[in-house]
């Protein structure tokens, strides 16, 4: 109630009666130390996401992403690789005690515990001390979060065998006739597990442009050669020349 000027209703008593221009204050008083957050302080912000942004955009379009070959379910001979951000715990479960019987802890055990630690570190080390000398138990973990993050994440570049992994997601060109009488009887031996669907290869080699002779490849299907067993092939004859022969006629 003002004294003369009626009554005014506010509908939330947050909200103060008389609105005032959104002047931002006067900051001479300390050059370079503090500004309005709108707009000046916002408006930097929005200015270098742009440049960043912008400067992103450009890398993506100059450099092609680094694509492999079509996904194969039925390649149980492809060793996937993650992201550079994960490589700490792949590297991990490469370790006896992290992995096979034991990769229980290697994968929610030792992460857990880790990952638990840096959450808990805030209540772990509550002093007023700002100093990382004088914070022991804050410091002693953010060591050794990066040094073992940073370790495995070596050790797992300088392991990998770049070569072949360079070679198994290599995109071939092939032309093949799925309607072919020689690839249903292809696709309906155990060849595919160890072949691929696209014949490109997995535990076993590629079956494309091979260079041999119909008669070749019923010999191998038959008595086998290097680590396929002889009698892998488990159906007749007439089906495995059709077979044999379909395999012979591919090239890249």
Not at 125 to 130: A, K, L, M
Not at 160 to 168: I, L, N, R, T, V
Request: net charge positive.
């Amino acid at each position: 109630m003002h004294r003369g000027k009626g009554m005014k209703f506010v509908g939330d008593s947050r909200v103060p009666a008389e609105r005032k221009p959104n002047i931002p204050k006067d900051y001479s008083e300390y050059p370079g130390k503090t500004e309005a957050f709108w707009p000046n302080f916002l408006l930097k912000e929005w200015m270098v996401g742009a440049v960043f942004l912008i400067g992103y955009l450009i890398l993506t379009i100059s450099h092609e992403s680094p694509l492999e070959r079509k996904a194969d379910p039925t390649d149980a001979g492809y060793i996937p690789l993650p992201d550079w951000y994960f490589l700490f715990l792949y590297q991990l479960l490469k370790y006896k005690y992290a992995a096979g019987d034991y990769v229980l802890i290697g994968t929610i055990v030792i992460p857990g515990l880790a990952f638990g630690a840096l959450l808990l570190a805030p209540w772990l080390d509550r002093g007023p001390e700002r100093r990382p000398s004088r914070r022991p138990v804050a410091t002693g973990l953010m060591l050794l979060a990066l040094i073992s993050i940073t370790y495995l994440t070596w050790e797992s570049v300088v392991t990998h065998d770049w070569e072949k992994a360079k070679e198994q997601g290599k995109i071939v060109e092939t032309n093949i006739d799925k309607n072919d009488p020689g690839y249903q009887v292809f696709k309906g031996q155990s060849c595919v597990g160890c072949h691929g669907s696209e014949l490109t290869g997995g535990t076993g080699p590629s079956l494309i442009g091979t260079g041999l002779k119909p008669e070749q490849i019923m010999k191998i299907a038959k008595e086998g050669r290097g680590a396929m067993p002889a009698n892998a092939y488990k159906g007749n004859e007439a089906d495995l020349k059709k077979l044999a022969t379909f395999i012979s006629k591919l090239k890249k």
